[in-house]
């Protein structure tokens, strides 16, 4: 089934450590996103790509990285994770290249920084 | 870059009352709105959109109202059942439709 994949669903690590959270989707989709939410508020976008090679920052990204070498892949890297990171971060994708314009998200990594 | 304000922060109705979420955007060209459910621990998951072309779009019990004169569209959701509870975000494209703003959500409650 097509669907949108993120490991680990939750964390739980220690202040500088170098964390990756993981997310793959067998949607098809060209267009990925990162977004950072905490439980039950406004989804803040950390990056994005259009495809392939492709990463632009968001709103939240200065402390953050991620690499498009695959289209189905699109992982989140953390270098010093710090306790201001402990939140929920949400993978979509979407179909741009198509006119899709609808975001479809991952189930979600909950990460808790200690 | 795109604003996007969301009213009221929660809101309470009894079983099979209406209830009525405002958003209001910034950016006169933005032309795709959006609206998410997202119950609680699960993922966001679209529930209606508009295009800037159309001024209403319904479906079943939900509607989305666009007024893009005055820059603000709603989402009406009319008998409300108790599995309409949940946190309901908003958002608007940017003109280069490359990413989505987000309203800061409503959290709406439908007591049985």
């Known amino acids: 089934e097509a669907d949108i994949y993120q490991t680990p669903r939750y964390l739980v690590i220690g202040t500088g450590k170098k964390i990756t959270l993981e997310c793959s989707q067998t949607m098809g989709h060209d267009k990925m996103y990162w977004y950072q939410q905490d439980p039950g508020m406004e989804l803040h976008l950390i990056h994005y790509s259009y495809g392939v090679n492709s990463t632009e920052k968001g709103d939240l990204s200065s402390e953050s990285t991620v690499s498009r070498i695959r289209t189905e892949h699109f992982p989140l890297t953390l270098e010093s994770a710090r306790p201001s990171h402990t939140s929920q971060y949400l993978c979509?994708?979407?179909?741009?290249?198509?006119?899709?314009?609808?975001?479809?998200f991952g189930p979600g990594t909950r990460l808790t920084v200690l | 870059g795109e604003n996007v304000e969301q009213h009221p922060s929660t809101l309470s109705v009894q079983e099979g009352d209406s209830a009525v979420i405002k958003c209001t955007y910034s950016?006169?060209?933005?032309?795709?709105f959006p609206w998410y459910k997202q119950e609680l621990g699960k993922r966001p998951q679209l529930i209606i959109d508009i295009r800037s072309n159309v001024g209403e779009k319904k479906d079943q019990r939900i509607a989305v109202t666009l007024n893009k004169t005055a820059k603000h569209f709603s989402l009406h959701i009319t008998e409300t059942q108790p599995e309409d509870s949940a946190v309901y975000f908003c958002a608007a494209t940017d003109s280069g439709y490359s990413t989505l703003t987000f309203g800061k959500g409503t959290m709406l409650l439908v007591s049985p």
């Open positions: 979509a994708s979407s179909d741009a290249s198509r006119g899709g314009f609808e975001q479809f």
């Open positions: 950016d006169s060209a933005s032309n795709y």
